[in-house]
């Protein structure tokens, strides 16, 4: 038995309720490698479109039958062009199906693939390519070889492969095949099947490390096929049940999601953002996996469409939501689901369900009046929508649950596969990322003595069960410092349990800041290109499961008390805490002093090697009191404690981003 896997039950941990849940779904108890459900998928669903593209031209309509011969053809080809068991194939490339066919067709050769988007930067993929070892490129078009083209010739690049149908240059030394012309070879090549270990690598999914260098997570087929067995406790899908697309295919959130939801026989549709709100309305999706900022765009696009309203009717639905908002607040107290009355009486509990029975009729008349009109913003057919990626913010979650959006909240990381926790239906607890999913141990332990807490305390999140990765890909250091000798997983977060094993997350302990995009920004880089202004002492950067990074700063008042100076800028404005040799008084948050902030964080954030636009420093506020040993704000060895920074200056940082 590895470290990895402590638990000699696939899904222990199973509760009845989930077991009754998986006995309605297909069934792979006994399937131990990912490739291996395309064939059995076909089989039971046949002519059941499984992807589906809407907006290629022409359209692309692909039913499971023709998905799994699909998959062999193209490990077919690869295999006659010498692609064997254990080699490392790169495949960068946005979301399509052929991109399903490659990374499945891959897979059913025994190779490994190494994965990333065709929008990430050239260095970063590079490096993709040189530290997987990668032999094999398959890329999404000519434009990402001729974006890597004057580097490959020093990588043991020997195949490359376009997943559209452009005509290979003649002038290229490399072996340049389009997909068609692969899936031809493949045709009238005899595949040679393969059957490795469950724990064998099936895929590496690159992401942030503290140096701000990629690391690669490396997830077996038993990792994967965990996902598919496991997920079915949280939701039971039907064949044909319609599901939108719009994370990034590669992520492993995104990733998870479609192999299980495609092992049941769903339809996946893929979207993009500026088609989503129309292919709501139009296919009308049961399910759709996103990160917070959908569900915030969705209910941003709804509160505009209610400010456009009458003033009469805006103080109408301003009333039934607020009703409302009272009305599931006592009916999770009654039903003891409410984060905030955990040890509720039953005395509570009866009153909060006289409350709820109350206001019911006034919650009523806003579901015919506005929220039954609110759902049809998302088809009108959802069952569920999934969020993860990032914490879901409350007056999000509210307004869901007050509007019949079933939304179920889920946690995890790309280490872990990455589904650990999740809320399920009957038990939607609001404010939590749920309880363990079958498989998975949760422990909360103090981040200094490393000893564990007992529910209601909060501490370190560890993960342990059979989602854990196997390891960062060459880096045996980085592995041992997030996977102990029993199996456990450091996840950065901090959070706590409640009684009833709900995880409840409140921030992290490690550096990583997560967008409510899903992007993970390694703060370092970012805070070092920064301090080149001569007007920037200390940075520290914020924005967990915020849109946008925002920056706590303190100036360098010497250098801003000289550049006031040759502006001839004067003002009465001075923070009583700021000593200053000068007679000049500055205000801090005058217009000129904020612009010259501006452009200092604009200029060298964007000078900086590798920059993305996810870099970019949003807010930011100027704060006079330096982080130091003395004051708690920094390590003996003079490290920023950015926990204790964050919160320190709670108020600020909530302020920033209001």
């Not at 080699?87 to 693939?113: E, Y």
């Not at 805070?527 to 002492?537: H, K, N, Q």
Request: charged share 20%.
């Amino acid at each position: 038995m590895s470290k990895t896997q402590p638990t000699s039950d696939f899904l222990s941990n199973i509760t009845r309720r989930e077991s009754q849940e998986l006995q309605r779904l297909v069934d792979y108890t006994n399937v131990d490698l990912l490739p291996d459900i395309w064939p059995l998928a076909a089989k039971q669903f046949g002519n059941i479109v499984a992807l589906r593209n809407p907006h290629a031209k022409p359209e692309v309509v692909i039913t499971y039958a023709q998905l799994a011969e699909k998959i062999q053809q193209f490990a077919a080809g690869l295999q006659a062009l010498g692609v064997q068991a254990g080699d490392r194939v790169c495949l960068i490339a946005d979301n399509s199906p052929r991109w399903f066919i490659a990374d499945q067709g891959i897979m059913t050769t025994g190779a490994i693939d190494a994965v990333r988007s065709a929008q990430a930067e050239k260095e970063e993929l590079l490096f993709i390519v040189t530290n997987s070892g990668s032999t094999v490129l398959i890329v999404e078009d000519l434009k990402i070889l001729e974006k890597l083209r004057d580097r490959l010739h020093d990588l043991p690049i020997k195949l490359v492969v376009s997943l559209a149908d452009e005509a290979p240059p003649d002038d290229e030394t490399l072996q340049v095949l389009n997909f068609s012309q692969l899936i031809e070879i493949g045709i009238n090549h005899t595949f040679v099947p393969v059957k490795p270990s469950p724990d064998t690598l099936a895929t590496l999914i690159y992401t942030s490390g503290t140096t701000g260098k990629p690391k690669g997570v490396m997830l077996s087929h038993n990792n994967l096929m965990h996902q598919v067995k496991a997920l079915g406790a949280v939701i039971q899908p039907q064949p044909g049940d319609i599901v939108l697309s719009i994370l990034p295919t590669w992520h492993s959130y995104e990733r998870s999601g479609e192999y299980f939801l495609l092992s049941q026989g769903c339809t996946q549709i893929y979207t993009n953002l500026r088609s989503v709100k129309r292919d709501l309305q139009q296919f009308k999706p049961n399910y759709m996996i996103a990160v917070p900022r959908l569900w915030e765009s969705i209910y941003e696009g709804v509160q505009k469409q209610f400010r456009e309203q009458a003033a009469s009717k805006q103080r109408l639905v301003k009333f039934l939501l607020e009703t409302s908002e009272k009305y599931i607040k006592a009916r999770r107290i009654a039903e003891g689901l409410s984060l905030d009355h955990l040890d509720s009486s039953a005395f509570q509990r009866l009153t909060a369900k006289m409350t709820a029975s109350a206001l019911y009729p006034i919650h009523a008349l806003g579901e015919r009046l506005v929220y039954a009109k609110v759902r049809q913003a998302t088809g009108g057919q959802m069952k569920y929508v999934i969020s993860g990626g990032g914490a879901l913010p409350r007056h999000i979650d509210n307004f869901f649950e007050i509007t019949g959006v079933e939304l179920l909240q889920g946690y995890g990381l790309t280490e872990t596969s990455p589904v650990a926790n999740a809320r399920r239906p009957w038990r939607n607890f609001r404010g939590s990322s749920g309880q363990p999913i079958p498989g998975t141990e949760v422990k909360i332990i103090d981040s200094e003595t490393r000893q564990p807490l007992p529910a209601g305390q909060r501490g370190l999140v560890l993960l342990r069960g059979f989602h854990i990765m196997q390891g960062y890909y060459q880096n045996p250091e980085a592995t041992a410092k997030v996977i102990d000798a029993d199996g456990w997983f450091d996840s950065g977060d901090l959070g706590w349990v409640t009684p009833q094993n709900d995880l409840v997350l409140t921030g992290r302990a490690k550096d990583t800041i997560v967008l409510t995009n899903g992007e993970n920004i390694e703060p370092q880089p970012i805070e070092d290109a920064c301090l080149r202004s001569p007007f920037v002492d200390q940075i520290m950067l914020v924005g967990q499961d915020q849109r946008s990074l925002g920056a706590l700063i303190v100036p360098n008042i010497e250098a801003l008390e000289k550049w006031a100076a040759s502006q001839n800028l004067n003002s009465n404005v001075q923070d009583d805490n700021v000593t200053s040799s000068s007679s000049q008084k500055i205000d801090l948050e005058s217009k000129m002093i904020q612009d010259l902030f501006r452009q200092e964080l604009n200029r060298e954030v964007k000078n900086r090697p590798g920059y993305r636009p996810d870099d970019r420093i949003g807010p930011f506020r100027l704060v006079l009191e330096p982080f130091s040993i003395e004051n708690g704000l920094m390590t003996q060895t003079l490290k920023i404690r950015r926990h204790i920074v964050t919160e320190h200056y709670h108020d600020i940082i909530n302020g920033m981003f209001a």
